[in-house]
């Protein structure tokens, strides 16, 4: 067998190990800055302080999905605001630490689940460990923001996975169909745009066996149908008008920015289609994650074409097309006769299909000794922010929410979201014109390009407020004419 003398002699000669070791550099490299960052007051993004106020909601006991009319809308499922909340027990009630926790360890069981499901599919505990720490680097390299984060896509991803090494670490049985349907349907509500591994379990059960294909969907079909009845008993009309009602406006110019950043991906995608390139669909591990890969990239691509999408839409083709593409290799290598031609090809390829984890270290090597003055600067200026709003009285809205949630300020105006329904709902428009007529907030945080962002509710901000302060960061406040 080529497969087994190309394996012997990369194994004599230590390749496995060095590219172990070369892809451990690579983790430690991209996740020093965000695990650094973890316990900081400074938010890389607005949706750490959106996540982190919708579960002091919880907690607080108020509306998880309020009317729109609160200026408040929460299109995300249910799950992570509990997983978040209750981890905050552990970090002195702050929510946002706390998700950013939950993002960090759900990345490590990502890695772990698809690693163990990718050994058991490819039989090799070497490709396992490589697929693992390839999605780390992969993920810690190209999006690097995400790696602790409060936002509930690695959560979502964590339960998809774990869903998928149900079906790969044990024999396939019913019992294995069925959680790996919980799971996914956890996934699902947490964040309801993950629908590449579901799908794609759908079509490989079709296939590999019709019986448990039924299972799964008679599973599925039940859960849903709990978790539906159960979220009406639990937050009435306004989760389907929230979750599944939102709108969230679409532009061609965001579809092409989106296919623009598949780029870095491209080998991940092109050795991953290898599996399913030309043959027939079979019971094949590696066939599933080419078709949940291959779900992947469209998904991320309508996805991306809408307002407020942002790169983690792309997660499901690192996860599901790394395990792809290390099938692909060790497909090509098998079916290439000659030792040494195989020996070339597996190398070659295989450093292709993993190069996304690589390619960002040239940018984040140099970033890294200049990243901890320009971080204490910055996390300087934020406590100057949060500061500066915990001593204004009234009530206080922020575009950072992040600012409103460290300054203990309640979460009154969702203004991104406010925005977005703004744009399908004229009453949201008129509503929020009569708000800052009225001067409904004692001070508004702004950012520094506020003005030239494309937010409608910033025409009304700007008719009835004026800036009251700069800060050193940027940041505007203004408070009513």
Known sequence: MARSRVTAQLTKKGAPGVLMAALFAACALYFYAPVASIFTSLSPGYNEGWNALHTARLVN????????????????????????????????????????????????IIAGAIGVASAHAMKSRGMGVVAALSILAIIGGQYQVYVAYDDPQLLAHAFMACGVATLFCAPLRRRSVILASLLMLLGGFTKHMLLPAPLAVTVWLFIVDKRLFRVWIAASISFAC????????????????????????????????????????????????????????????????????????????????????????????????????????????????????????????????????????????????????????????????????????GPVACEQLSYCYWAGKSFDFDIFNVDQASRANSEVRDLVEAKMADGAFAAIQLEPDWRAAPFLVNDAIAASYAPIRDYPNGVVIVAPK
């Open 226 to 393: 709990v978790a539906f009845i159960a979220c009406y008993a639990l937050y009435g009309v306004e989760f389907f008008s929230s979750v599944l009602g939102y709108k969230r406006s679409l532009s061609l110019g965001r579809f092409l920015i989106g296919a623009g950043g598949l780029s870095p991906l491209l080998p991940i995608i092109l050795v991953g289609a290898v599996p399913i390139a030309g043959k027939k669909l079979t019971a094949s591990p590696a066939q599933f994650f080419s078709i949940a890969m291959i779900f992947g990239v469209a998904i991320s691509l309508l996805a991306r074409s809408g307002a407020g999408v942002d790169v983690n839409a792309y997660f499901d083709i690192v996860i599901y097309g790394v395990p792809a593409a290390l099938a692909g290799v060790q497909q090509i290598v098998a079916s290439t006769r000659d030792t040494r031609a195989a020996i070339a090809s597996g190398v070659l390829l295989g450093l292709l299909a993993i190069s996304p984890a690589f390619t960002p270290a040239p940018i984040r090597l140099p970033g890294l000794f200049e990243w901890r003055k320009a971080h204490a600067d910055l996390a300087k200026a934020s406590k100057e922010v949060i500061e500066g709003l915990r001593a204004i009285e």
């Open 61 to 108: 006991g108020q509306q998880l999905y309020p009317p729109i009319s609160e200026l408040i809308q929460n299109n995300y499922p249910p799950v992570s605001f509990y997983v978040v909340a209750a981890v905050s027990r552990l970090t002195d009630g702050d929510a946002l630490i706390a998700g950013r926790l939950v993002a960090i360890v759900s990345l490590l």
